[in-house]
């Protein structure tokens, strides 16, 4: 856990501190005197006399108490170095600027768990090693450049990488964006992102901290303590959005059941960032951009209007909006007309609102009044007005800051001439204003930040599950794949409906079977976990001869040791699954189903326990949603119990945490039931 010695230290020692300010260790004593440090400063070199005007202690036994140890020095000697500290210097914070720890091999790591070992034996903590440092109000404690003023509303970015961090900051302050602390921890060998996060949400003061938190991830070690705290933040008022990299895994595809493959390392974080409410961005330039909007009024409608003098970027715009789930609405009628006798000839206000290369400040002041008050279909505004170089166009911003603060619909800023505008962008920033250069990136961002639940709240009550004897299967079944039985046990006591169905040995068992199922029949191989691929899933067996010649024809698949038979049912095939990640917990996966569940990949993921409102969000996100809604002459299918079997299923996970896969596909959905028909569940005790 981060303490107050890390925080605001009253004494910092930089041991490897130089003169040389090309180097980290000159660097970083550079930036925390020009930084706003009121402590006691010191430096250890034992090859210095004199560091920046700082007199440099030759050994750390030179030493008194001291609360923030920065070690600029190669990575052999730091442990050594910690452990005197802590012990004799009563040191209870760490920042290791060093490299050559756990990334670069089997001994730095070793070395990096047994200063871990010293720092938590000694009650302090550790940012590092391989960092840029920390930078907040209290001091610079980072070894590079730009040093961006820090405002109480600006971000907080917590970052795993130091040069990721260096590259967002340099890529954000010149669109106007404000920092109020960086935190890099690097390898994270004691203190990971999610721990810095967890510092901010034990500590958050709604008046005074930052409302805005940037994460870039390169791993997630502890998702639990995200989801917590990220979520807490946000109830509390903050905004998170986060970058979570290496989110490709090949080894999916080499999962035994459909749930398995379709459920990837990227599915199961972005899970996570939607239970937590976090915004999630695929790269830098889109994190920026989310930060940007959080800046402004929030998007309360999906509607946009699209305000520009450049027609090609709004075009653009309209395009990756609309197809992204944003909507920008036909403007027209009365007042539309009205509008339009305030723009020079050849405007348009059909939206997007063309105001030609000539319009004018005045006339954008009008377009936005009308946008704010008379057309209440319009949720929020995009302005796009750059200059060709032939007009000052500082009136046209100075209107555009004023009604950023007048009106309470958000506008978002796009400013793309960044040459011929420069002066007057710069004095649109100075206002504290902040500027989306290219309307395709804000076009990606803003749908991104809309969709973004809240966090999802838990009731605490599961789905009504025969706990008792979900127990009892779980606890007599052996590892692997569960039998048949035991499986339409599970689905019964999770109170799935499922088609009636027997397991048969011999053709004689076969006879008796049809006698009790009646026709047509469905027949399966069992010993196979996906049956399609070998030939052995036979439909529609309308009579006794078929019915014979099928079970020989199964039975000499390649391992094949029965058949199982079902009654035949209808429907549009949907599926259910489940797949465990180590942290994350069970992850729930709905979506299209049958031989098209990977082809078409239309699923959607939310992390167990589910609510109703997740599950309900999950089914309305599939591609595939509009069938539950009918059209075209088709009944609509059962959408609420299509529902409530995501719920159960979550209930019987979080009954049965052993189970690490499972697929319930297909699911055969109609207007009045969803019928499990085919399904398989992996246990690990």
């Known amino acids: ?61 030179e030493l008194q108490q001291v609360d923030l140890a920065i070690l600029v020095v190669p990575a052999k000697y730091c442990l050594d170095i910690v452990e005197r500290l802590s012990e004799n210097n009563g040191t209870k914070a760490f920042i290791i600027l060093s490299a ?107 008046e005074n901290d930052s409302k805005i938190k940037l994460l870039y991830l390169e791993s997630i070690k502890n998702p639990q303590k995200l989801l917590k705290h990220a979520a807490s933040l946000i109830r509390k008022g903050a905004k998170i959005a986060a970058i979570k990299s290496g989110s490709t895994d090949a080894g999916s595809r080499a999962a035994a059941s459909h ?73 027209q009628g009365e007042n539309a007309e009205n509008l339009l006798k305030y723009l020079y000839n050849g405007s348009s206000v059909k939206n997007p609102i063309d105001f030609l290369a000539t319009g004018t400040a005045e006339q954008l002041g009008i377009i936005i009044d009308y946008c704010e008050h008379k057309f209440d279909h319009i949720d929020a505004m995009v302005v796009v007005f750059g200059s060709p170089g032939l007009f000052d166009v500082e009136n046209v911003y100075n209107v555009l800051s004023v009604k950023l603060d007048i009106c309470t619909k958000p506008i978002y800023p796009v400013l793309p001439s960044l040459i011929n505008a420069q002066k007057e962008i710069k004095g649109f920033l100075a206002k504290g204003n902040v500027n989306f250069p290219d309307e395709v990136v804000l076009g990606r961002a803003l749908p991104e930040v809309y969709s973004t639940p809240k966090p999802f709240e838990y009731d605490g009550e599961l789905s009504d599950v025969d706990q008792n004897k979900i127990r009892k299967i779980i606890d007599e079944a052996a590892d692997g794949f569960l039998a ?84 035949m049912h209808s ?72 529902i409530q079997i995501i719920l159960n299923i979550s209930a019987l996970v979080e009954v049965a945490p052993e189970i690490v896969e499972m697929d319930i596909n297909p699911l055969l959905a109609s207007s009045d039931n969803v019928i499990s028909v085919d399904a398989r569940i992996r246990i690990e005790k």
């Not at 004689?508 to 006698?515: A, C, V």
């Open 484 to 567: 048949p039985n035991h499986v339409s046990g599970l689905l019964d006591a999770a109170n799935i409906s499922r088609a009636k169905e027997g397991t048969v040995r011999s053709e004689d068992e076969l006879l008796e079977m049809i006698d009790e199922f009646g026709f047509p029949i469905a027949m399966k191989v069992n010993g196979h976990l996906h049956k399609s691929d070998v030939g052995g899933v036979i439909l529609n067996v309308l009579n006794t001869k078929k019915a014979v010649n099928t079970y020989s024809k199964l039975m000499k698949i390649e391992g094949a040791n029965s058949v199982l038979i079902q009654s």
């Open 259 to 331: 749930t398995g493959a379709l459920a990837s390392s990227d599915m199961m974080v972005r899970a996570l960032f939607d239970k937590a409410g976090i915004v999630y961005c695929s790269s830098r330039e889109e994190l920026i951009s989310v930060a940007s909007i959080f800046n402004y009024k929030a998007l309360e409608g999906s509607n946009i209007a699209i305000i520009t003098h450049a027609g090609g970027s709004a075009v653009m715009l309209a395009d990756v909006l609309t197809s992204r789930g944003l909507n920008v609405p036909p403007i």
């Open 100 to 206: 050559g720890f756990g990334e670069a091999g089997e001994d730095g790591a070793l070395l990096e768990s047994k200063i871990v070992k010293v720092v938590n034996r000694a009650g302090a903590c550790l940012i590092g090693p391989n960092c840029i440092g920390v930078l907040n109000k209290n001091y610079n404690g980072i070894f590079t450049t730009p040093i961006p003023p820090l405002f109480k509303n600006g971000c907080d970015l917590i970052s795993g990488s130091g040069a990721t961090a260096v590259f967002i900051i340099e890529a954000g302050i010149p669109l106007g964006l404000k920092f109020n602390s960086i935190y890099s921890v690097g390898n994270a060998a004691q203190i990971s992102v999610e721990d810095v996060l967890e510092y901010m949400d034990d500590n958050f003061d709604i």
């Open 571 to 642: 429907g549009f095939e949907l599926f259910v699954g489940v797949k465990k990640e180590v942290g994350f917990g069970h992850a729930i996966l709905c979506g299209m189903g049958g031989v098209f569940i990977e082809i078409l990949n239309d699923a959607a993921a939310a992390l167990s326990p589910v609510s109703r409102k997740e599950a309900e969000t999950m089914v309305q996100s599939l591609k595939s949603y509009k069938l539950f809604e009918g059209g075209r002459g088709k009944d609509p299918l059962d959408k609420e119990r299509f």
């Open 1 to 61: 856990m981060l303490n107050k010695q890390l925080i605001n230290p009253d004494s910092i020692v930089v041991i490897g501190g130089s003169n040389d300010v090309k180097k980290p260790g000159g660097k970083i004593i550079k930036n925390i005197k020009k930084g706003d440090f009121k402590g006691r400063l010191f430096v250890v070199n034992p090859h210095e006399q004199i560091v920046q005007g700082l007199a440099c202690l030759e050994s750390i036994d």
